[in-house]
């Protein structure tokens, strides 16, 4: 069943509205329950494999065959895709992004990559492409163990 944008668009500010912020080594802010419960399910289900590393890795950009995104075919063929995309575009959120992060959304240009990291995946530290205004990384996992998962800052 597809989740109406305005369920993501709930989760988000709610979210937004009680994360934390952490100032150092820079500022940024830890944020839970992002999404509805139902939503992770169904990105978690999506017919995504995960990339063979073969041993090779450092830069995201090495694997650039294998990545996943939820761009026009995708939101097409998965409802989940269309609405979580749909609530990062709705004024409410964009508003929220704008006025509690700081970052100047207008002339920019949504992209939600799903990156699924395995074993041995480790990338060399990095600044983010200039071109990008907000970035935020959501960690899925159905295993309970994988919960402290996530960048080294």
Known sequence: MALAKEAFITSLLMSFGASEC???PYKYWLAKSCLPQAA???VLDLPFPAPTLDG???KREMHNATRKYFDVENRSRFPVCEG???A?????V???????FGA???GTYLRVEM???TEGFWLEPHSDLGVKTFTMLLYLSKDAQHATLGTDI
């Open 56 to 58: 090779v890795s450092g």
């Open 40 to 42: 992770v399910e169904q």
């Open 104 to 106: 100047r959304l207008s």
């Open 94 to 100: 964009t508003e929220e992004i704008r006025d509690r």
């Open 84 to 86: 979580l995309c749909q």
């Open 22 to 24: 952490v100032e150092r």
């Open 88 to 92: 990062f575009q709705a004024k409410a």
């Open 115 to 117: 990156a699924q990291d």
